[in-house]
């Protein structure tokens, strides 16, 4: 099983419509990063959150960490064709608040999401 | 600024050949990354660098090697490609090992096939 799981894996809603998007896990996250990729080309930093109860808003993309920093959501407010493409959490998941992981990212497994006109 | 630059984009392989997966940065940044993204499972990390001289394992480092003589450059070698390696291989650079404001800049990939 994935440490880090992502619902829905995929997403197809109409234009306008408001959306979220799930990252979970059963441990601490000391650092939740979303990033949004489309087909064929690299990831795009969306933002990133570390304190319990964060809340960051850029355009119509607003993402949470919840106070036990286990659950980040990822909504996206009336839905436009530009926001397809895939959606992924990526969390610094060291084993304590003391400790580095150096920077390195455990990846959820992605959420696709279609937009339709 | 070109940011973080991977070549190839496309490459196939036979089983047994070996190539390298060339990524540079011009950011000046210490930290660098290469992940595979498999269909449905995410990003798995298999080699990251602290700085210039200092390399170390991630989640599924088997198979490959790197190394990092200068800090722009940190190239990712297979040896002896399997088909499990058919995959796309992304590299990633970060100036301190949490950035809030700017994540990690990722680059455009290279999706490799081992035939």
């Known amino acids: 099983s994935q440490e880090l799981e992502q619902s829905p894996q995929s997403l197809i809603v109409q234009e306008g419509k408001n959306l979220t998007i799930n990252c979970t896990s059963s441990k601490t996250l000391y650092g939740l990063y979303w990033y949004k990729q489309k087909y064929g080309e690299g990831l795009i930093f969306l933002m990133m959150l570390q304190k319990g109860g964060e809340e960051k808003s850029h355009e119509k993309i607003t993402a949470k960490l919840d106070e036990k920093k286990q659950q980040s959501s990822l909504h996206i407010t009336a839905s436009q064709p530009s926001h397809a493409g895939i959606y992924l959490c990526g969390a610094d998941m060291r084993t304590n608040a003391g400790g580095t992981s150096y920077g390195k990212l455990t990846f959820g497994q992605g959420t696709i999401l279609t937009v339709h006109p | 600024n070109a940011g973080v630059t991977q070549t190839p984009k496309f490459r196939i392989l036979k089983i047994g050949q070996s190539m390298t997966l060339q990524c540079t940065q011009d950011?000046?940044?210490?930290?660098m990354y290469w992940y595979r993204q498999d269909p449905g499972m995410g990003l798995k990390l298999i080699y990251y660098?602290?700085?210039?001289?200092?390399?170390d394992k991630g989640e599924v480092p088997n198979g490959y090697n790197v190394s990092r003589s200068t800090t722009e450059d940190f190239p990712l070698r297979l040896e002896l490609a399997a088909p499990s390696q058919t995959s796309v291989y992304f590299c990633?650079?970060?100036?301190?090992?949490?950035?809030?404001?700017?994540?990690?800049?990722f680059g455009s990939g290279t999706r490799l096939t081992v035939v």
């Open positions: 660098s602290v700085g210039a001289g200092i390399t």
């Open positions: 950011m000046n940044h210490n930290y």
């Open positions: 990633a650079s970060s100036y301190t090992h949490r950035s809030p404001n700017y994540g990690y800049t």
